[in-house]
């Protein structure tokens, strides 16, 4: 009996001169529980402000915003064409950019007896290097080119380690997804500029955000236009030029996957859009958001991958990478 006096009198003599800690501890906790949900609340206000409110409060026309014209670099990716489609679906004309007039042609028509605006398909061989931006360049002659639209290459989805690529597509692929992206936006600023408007659209990939195992070409071009994406918006956006870093989820018929994910197939859902659906969410945050998912419940999904700690994430890859 003595042993438990003494036992209880030890407890209430450590309670006492530990009391002060506890209550410190205490509001360290309570500290970071408020700091959490305010974190919380500020992303469901900002989700509500770029992803629901512009679709739900008229605008001015994209016309009347940024210009009458657009042009599409990467429109054989079904996202890009997507995108190109709402454009005219808006009234503007549209500038196709390509290697391979086929892949685009049936595209161009098409917009054109749909929605009655103006399509030109140029022919630019980015191989030939400052001879590939002559056309270009005669081709925006006197427009008011209001947006451009850079699309990564989707083959980069497909999981391939850097050694497993052949030397002539490795160089292929950093010229049309870097070089070419950046020579785009260098051949219209200089027009928007000097009207004093208009749009850049990069479209990359979620696959910016975190490292994978089998697709560095992806995770390494995304991250550049992501980055390019927000360096020019913090240099011209006080010239009247918006600048956005689109990095969008899986995408239903696109391939594009950042996952670890190897299925270069997908299923529409939820958060698996079609490319059309995607382009009319994506155009909405237009002078919204510099950088956005462009679709709201991918907007979810890099809120929730944020919250994995990188390491993690990265156990993880490898894990699923070894399994299958």
Known sequence: MAAVDSFQLLYREI???????????????????????????????????????????????????????????????????????????????IIFVTQDHTS????????????????????????LDQAASKPIKEAIRGKDIGFL????????????SLIEMPEHSLLDLVNKNVAVATLMARLVLPGMVERSRGAVVNISSGA??????????????????????????????????????????????????????????????????????YARHAISTLGVSNRTTGYWPHTLQYGLMRCIPEWIWVLGSHVFITSS
Not at 113 to 124: C, H
Not at 208 to 228: E, K, N, Q
Request: net charge positive.
């Open 104 to 127: 685009v042609r049936d595209t161009a028509a098409s917009l054109s007896q749909s929605y009655g605006v103006e399509t030109v398909v140029v022919l630019a061989d980015f191989s």
């Open 208 to 277: 910016c955000c975190r490292p994978l195992p089998g697709r560095v070409t992806l995770t390494a071009s995304t991250g550049y236009l992501d980055h390019f994406s927000r360096a020019l918006h913090l240099e011209y956006s006080g010239r009247g030029i918006f600048i956005q870093s689109l990095i969008p989820f899986q995408i239903a018929s696109s391939g594009r996957q950042p996952s670890t994910s190897t299925s270069t197939s997908s299923r529409e859902g939820w958060f698996v859009p079609k490319p059309d659906v």
């Open 15 to 93: 309670s006492r001169s530990c009391s002060s800690y506890f209550e410190t501890l205490a509001l360290v906790g309570a500290l970071y529980m408020t700091s959490k949900a305010v974190i919380l609340l500020r992303d469901c206000c900002t989700l509500v402000r770029v992803h629901f409110l512009p679709r739900m409060i008229p605008s001015k026309k994209l016309t009347q915003r940024y210009g009458d014209w657009a042009v599409i670099y990467g429109a054989s990716e079904p996202v890009a064409k997507a995108y190109a489609e709402e454009l005219a679906r808006h009234g503007i004309s």
């Open 149 to 160: 639209v850079n699309c990564v290459d989707e083959s980069l989805t497909s999981p391939q």
